[in-house]
């Protein structure tokens, strides 16, 4: 286990169109983040979980966004009824729970074009 | 509302020269304040980082400067190499918030050889 691992790493959609991006973390680590980023702006936060429970959503994750992480290993984050906004580079990252403050190990992304 | 304001927006240096980024924030309640590093193509990797105990931290070739009274702190690279050319991002997170980062726009730097 290298790093944090993103599938799939490009997607392209029509507009309406369900996507859904799945994240798989470092293995020990128990909190999981998920963060969108779009062309020449820095990262925006979206959600995290600590282990299974999901403990804070960005007012930016729409009733059109869930995230999911069933049993606190992998995590899912689905987008339903795409639209063209919603193209950016999605990332997840992985950290140890134990401290307040520390590294968050991010993943390549996945990177959603809605036409 | 954008916690976290990041300067230059781009940065061109010549090979051998010094990188300067700032950044300044808002939320008095930001207690870790790290730099990560984004190349084309991947995601960021976390450089350096500093909390508001110490004014100044050094790893290598990079120094975080913090300044607590003026809430800001900047990025220097010595001797900058063309391999540093990326983009970089300050950014800030607070006890109670699970490690949850606010990251400014992110500095594009170009080093030419």
């Known amino acids: 286990d290298t790093g944090v691992s993103q599938n799939p790493r490009h997607k392209i959609t029509k507009r309406g169109q369900n996507v859904t991006f799945r994240c798989d973390p470092i293995?020990?680590?128990?909190?999981l983040y998920w963060y969108r980023q779009t062309l020449g702006q820095g990262p925006e936060f979206l959600t995290y979980f600590q282990n299974e429970a999901q403990l804070e959503k960005s007012r930016l994750l729409s009733d059109r966004f869930s995230a999911e992480r069933p049993k606190g290993s992998f995590s899912t984050l689905e987008i339903q009824r795409t639209e063209q906004g919603d193209s950016a580079m999605y990332l997840c990252?992985?950290?140890?729970?134990?401290?307040?403050?520390?590294?968050?190990?991010f993943g390549e992304g996945s990177r959603l074009t809605v036409l | 509302q954008q916690q976290v304001k990041q300067s230059p927006q781009s940065l061109i240096v010549q090979k051998g020269g010094i990188s300067i980024i700032n950044c300044a924030y808002e939320n008095t309640a930001f207690d870790y304040f790290p730099w990560y590093q984004q190349f084309p193509g991947k995601g960021p990797a976390l450089l350096i980082a500093i909390r508001p105990d110490v004014s100044e931290k050094k790893e290598g070739r990079f120094t975080i400067s913090f300044n607590k009274s003026a809430k800001q702190f900047s990025l220097h690279i010595m001797d900058s190499q063309p391999g540093d050319s990326a983009t970089y991002f300050c950014a800030a997170s607070k006890r109670g918030s699970g490690s949850r980062l606010t990251f400014g726009e992110g500095t594009q730097l170009t080093v030419n050889p």
């Open positions: 293995s020990e680590h128990n909190r």
């Open positions: 990252a992985s950290s140890f729970g134990d401290r307040e403050t520390g590294e968050l190990f």
